[in-house]
């Protein structure tokens, strides 16, 4: 199960990396590239538990007044949609 989980992470990463030098996929918008300027105490936070990744982008999409949808809906309305 594993290795079939593995070989399946190795072809998504080999896709995403095919389609950013072919320049199918910006940088900005490639997963490969999220914690590029992350520092390592941050990124070992993350892998350990200890930081909600998950919370934080939800906290920074109201930050934003973005809903779910990712269209404007104003910060009261964001808030509310993120559960914040």
Not at 4 to 28: C, H, I, P, T
Not at 69 to 84: I, K, P, T, Y
Request: proline letters at 1%.
């Amino acid at each position: 199960m594993q290795s079939q989980k593995n070989g399946a992470r190795r072809a998504e990463v080999a896709d995403l990396n095919k389609a950013s030098m072919d320049g199918a996929l910006r940088d900005e918008l490639n997963p490969l590239f999220v914690f590029q300027m992350t520092h390592n105490e941050l990124l070992v936070a993350i892998a350990t538990g200890k930081l909600d990744t998950v919370q934080l982008a939800r906290e920074e999409l109201a930050n934003r007044g973005m809903g779910k949808a990712g269209s404007w809906v104003g910060f009261d309305r964001a808030e509310a949609e993120w559960g914040l």
